[in-house]
């Protein structure tokens, strides 16, 4: 009996072994960055701030068992531009070969894949932590998301992905789809291009909404040397807040440690108010691998106080601006 318990053990041993045998360690990475500068902005209220303009902690990291790679990422963001800290990721990624599957709270899948190409500049961008708003309507962080990612496909005519996602990110109405995405990405050497789909339960939206919000955006770009042309679009349907169309073109040029950006956006209303543009020049020099100065300016085509009445007046703090400060990175 002795004998036949000890056989028995060093079975399960090896069992055990040979199970977790593609089982690898788990990572932590830990990451973030520092920005401060100062700012000149216009308006009413014009004048200088010195500001630490955001602060971002996290850390991310990756464990595999088998066929299953899980990809982890917690973070969070303090501004001197919101009163408290804020988390701004919180998710789960599972890899495997058919595909991929995101769960929790963090940067917007449209966002990066769509609209980040032309959000090139360090001051005026589209991250939250900033004064002044970017015209199009897509937010740069998503909460409550279920996504799942394709593989990749390589062809002849070049490499496609599809993803799909379901976002709740309000749980206090009668939708459970607050928002259905759809999205196809393609990519040939150095041109770029995405299409993206989102549609908005009317439950999603305001009190008293009847019909759903469509929108469609496309993003593209490509580069020639050192130089990157990148265009994005934005339509919407039946939008929430009174906004219709928005369109954005950007150039960037980098010589050596020096990058050089334009960007410019357009956005139209459903409304009567007049078409909005913003127009945005940096430069940006890189010191070190971790250390980055810019300057920056920006100016909006129209006076941002005439859009007082358009969605609870997000251009309040937007105005023509200048900045010069700089980001470290670890």
Same mark, same amino acid.
């Given at each position: 009996?002795f004998?036949?318990?000890?056989?028995?053990a060093?079975?399960?041993?090896?069992?055990?072994?040979? =199970?977790f045998?593609e089982e690898? @360690?788990?990572?932590w990475d830990?990451y973030?960055?520092i920005?401060? &500068?100062?700012? %000149?902005?216009?308006?009413?209220?014009?004048?200088?701030?010195?500001?630490?303009?955001?602060?971002?902690l996290?850390?991310k990291g990756?464990?595999?068992?088998?066929s299953i790679?899980?990809?982890?990422?917690?973070?969070?963001q303090?501004?001197?531009? !919101?009163?408290d800290?804020?988390?701004?990721n919180?998710?789960?990624?599972?890899?495997?070969?058919y595909?991929?599957?995101?769960?929790?709270?963090?940067a917007s899948?449209?966002?990066?894949?769509?609209?980040?190409?032309?959000?090139?500049?360090?001051n005026?961008t589209n991250? @939250?932590?900033?004064?002044?708003?970017?015209?199009y309507? &897509?937010?740069q962080y998503?909460?409550n998301?279920?996504?799942?990612?394709?593989p990749? %496909?390589a062809?002849?005519?070049?490499?496609w992905?599809?993803?799909t996602?379901i976002?709740?990110?309000?749980e206090?109405?009668?939708?459970s789809d607050?928002?259905l995405m759809g999205?196809?990405?393609?990519?040939n050497?150095n041109?770029?291009?995405v299409?993206?789909?989102?549609?908005?339960?009317?439950?999603a939206? @305001?009190?008293?909404t009847?019909?759903a919000?469509?929108?469609?955006?496309?993003?593209?770009?490509y580069?020639?040397?050192?130089l990157?042309l990148?265009a994005?679009?934005?339509?919407?349907?039946?939008? !929430?807040?009174?906004?219709?169309?928005?369109?954005?073109g =950007?150039?960037?040029?980098?010589?050596d440690?020096?990058?050089?950006?334009?960007?410019? &956006?357009?956005k139209?209303?459903?409304?009567d !108010?007049?078409?909005?543009?913003?127009?945005?020049?940096?430069?940006k020099?890189?010191?070190?691998? &971790?250390?980055?100065?810019?300057?920056e300016a920006a100016?909006?085509?129209?006076?941002t106080?005439d859009? =007082?009445d !358009?969605?609870?007046d997000?251009?309040?703090?937007?105005?023509?601006?200048?900045?010069?400060?700089?980001?470290?990175?670890?």
């Open positions: 009996m004998k036949i318990s000890i056989i028995a060093s079975l399960s041993v090896v069992m055990v072994s040979t =199970a045998a690898s @360690p788990a990572t830990i973030g960055d920005q401060g &500068q100062a700012i %000149w902005q216009s308006g009413e209220g014009s004048t200088f701030h010195a500001e630490a303009k955001q602060v971002n996290g850390a990756k464990y595999a068992v088998d790679t899980t990809y982890y990422n917690v973070s969070a303090y501004s001197d531009n !919101f009163d800290i804020e988390v701004r919180a998710s789960l990624y599972f890899a495997t070969e595909g991929g599957l995101y769960v929790g709270k963090g899948g449209s966002y990066a894949d769509v609209y980040a190409r032309t959000d090139i500049h360090a005026n991250d @939250p932590s900033g004064k002044n708003k970017m015209l309507e &897509q937010g998503t909460d998301v279920l996504c799942y990612v394709s990749k %496909w062809t002849d005519l070049g490499t992905q599809m993803k996602a976002v709740t990110y309000n206090a109405n009668k939708a607050d928002a999205r196809l990405l393609y990519s050497g041109f770029n291009a299409f993206n789909y989102l549609r908005f339960d009317e439950y939206g @305001p009190d008293g009847v019909d919000y469509d929108r469609f955006s496309f993003g593209t770009d580069t020639v040397g050192n990157k990148a994005t679009a934005e339509v919407t349907e039946n939008s !929430f807040n009174g906004a219709d169309n928005t369109y954005v =950007a150039a960037s040029y980098s010589l440690k020096i990058d050089f950006g334009v960007s410019y &956006q357009h139209t209303f459903e409304s !108010f007049e078409d909005l543009g913003l127009i945005i020049a940096s430069v020099y890189h010191y070190g691998k &971790q250390l980055t100065f810019y300057v100016k909006y085509t129209e006076d106080a859009y =007082a !358009f969605d609870g997000r251009f309040a703090n937007s105005d023509d601006n200048f900045s010069i400060g700089g980001i470290f990175k670890f």
